[in-house]
């Protein structure tokens, strides 16, 4: 079995207006000195398989047909 992690983020230069309340909260909380937040999504996938480049190629088109909005959207694949 094989374990990956996908993590999309926005790209840069895409308005992130729930990183911007995250900013606002943490500054209301107290926490100065925090310059920006960019908010993402994590996916955590099991696959039923051992084939490393079979589950590259798989991420890949997951996150390109679904998981990720590629045109404001990065996204990276890490298998664990």
């Known amino acids: 079995m094989i374990t990956a992690r996908v993590t999309v983020t926005l790209k840069t230069g895409v308005l992130d207006p729930q990183g911007k309340a995250i900013e ?6 107290g926490f100065d000195g925090v310059d920006g937040v960019r908010q993402g999504k994590v996916f955590d996938i099991e696959l039923g398989h051992d084939d490393r480049r079979r589950a590259q190629t798989d991420l890949a088109a997951m996150c390109e047909k679904l ?9 990276a694949v890490e298998i664990v």
């Open 67 to 75: 998981l990720a909005n590629t045109v404001i959207e990065d996204y």
């Open 24 to 29: 606002g909260a943490l500054a209301t909380l």
